[in-house]
């Protein structure tokens, strides 16, 4: 029986092991970052991961399907598609559903990515792979914080983030591995963050399933997008998710939105009757 040196006695109860630490290392930082800033993984709602391999001295960081560091091998998508062109469609299809895996591992292990974007998607030998926002590595090849094209409404507005804003970056992210064009256009931020709240996308020539899966993850209202699960599973079966009922309630960024508006309307209306 393990002694209680302070009283003299001994105890009964066995003496317990210190507690475990924070994830430590890549996983540690994916971690740090607060609600609402783009670029940043964030926890949500954690379950623990089931079956995924440690690495061999680090048993506390979680590996997760086809996420990588950012000195992996391999080209990002972001200068692939600028040098070459739209990826042809059975390639295009390959890295839909290899990053969707991707974010897929990450929200059932309670990670958010927070940045993902065609910066951090690297196209190497053995296919797509996604950069690990919490081992971004520094100096020019580093991936840069994902652009305002590529940034959920919710961010944009500095509204709780979770799972549905990944989902929105990876429907922005096909759109424009497919067309070679961001769904809202490139240009100063402050146009391209007023076309990502208010403007419908344009999807070019995606056609097919593909055309009607990123459509919905590119809806304005995050309860209204599929679930990353959802996008796998779809993307293999061929065809586009069930259609969720369109929620009921407005989101707060849109509130804020219409209040904007009508008080514009309403500062018109009496500057027109005073002068």
């Given at each position: 029986m393990p002694h209680d040196t302070s009283r003299g006695r001994t105890s009964p109860h066995p003496a317990r092991p210190a507690a475990r630490s924070a994830r430590s290392g890549r996983a540690g930082r994916a971690l740090a970052g607060r609600p609402g800033r783009p670029g940043t993984a964030r926890p949500v709602a954690p379950r623990p991961p089931q079956g995924r391999p440690h690495a061999a001295g680090d048993a506390e960081v979680p590996r997760f399907r086809h996420v990588v560091g950012a000195d992996a091998e391999g080209s990002p998508l972001q200068r692939v598609v600028e040098e070459h062109g739209p990826l042809p469609a059975p390639k295009l299809r390959r890295v839909a559903l290899r990053t969707a895996a991707a974010l897929a591992s990450m929200h059932r292990a309670g990670i958010v990515h927070g940045g993902f974007g065609p910066a951090t998607v690297l196209l190497g030998p053995d296919g797509a792979k996604v950069v690990d926002p919490g081992d971004a590595g520094s100096g020019a090849d580093a991936p840069q914080p994902a652009s305002p094209?590529?940034?959920?409404?919710?961010?944009?507005?500095?509204?709780?983030?979770?799972?549905?804003?990944?989902?929105?970056?990876?429907?922005?992210?096909?759109?424009?591995?497919?067309?070679?064009?961001?769904?809202?256009?490139?240009?100063?931020?402050?146009?391209?963050?007023?076309?990502?709240?208010?403007?419908?996308?344009?999807?070019?020539?995606?056609?097919?399933?593909?055309?009607?899966?990123?459509?919905?993850?590119?809806?304005?209202?995050?309860?209204?997008?599929?679930?990353?699960?959802?996008?796998?599973?779809?993307?293999?079966?061929?065809?586009?998710?069930?259609?969720?009922?369109?929620?009921?309630?407005?989101?707060?960024?849109?509130?804020?939105?219409?209040?904007?508006?009508?008080?514009?309307?309403?500062?018109?209306?009496?500057?027109?009757?005073?002068?």
């Open positions: 094209s590529y940034l959920a409404p919710e961010q944009i507005e500095d509204e709780p983030v979770g799972r549905p804003a990944d989902v929105f970056a990876w429907g922005a992210t096909v759109v424009f591995a497919a067309t070679g064009r961001p769904p809202f256009g490139t240009g100063p931020r402050a146009e391209v963050v007023r076309r990502v709240t208010s403007r419908r996308p344009d999807l070019g020539d995606l056609s097919g399933p593909l055309r009607e899966l990123a459509a919905r993850c590119l809806d304005k209202n995050p309860a209204a997008r599929p679930t990353a699960p959802q996008v796998v599973r779809a993307l293999r079966e061929g065809q586009g998710p069930m259609p969720k009922p369109r929620p009921t309630r407005i989101p707060r960024y849109r509130w804020r939105m219409m209040l904007a508006l009508a008080a514009v309307v309403v500062c018109g209306f009496v500057l027109g009757m005073l002068y």
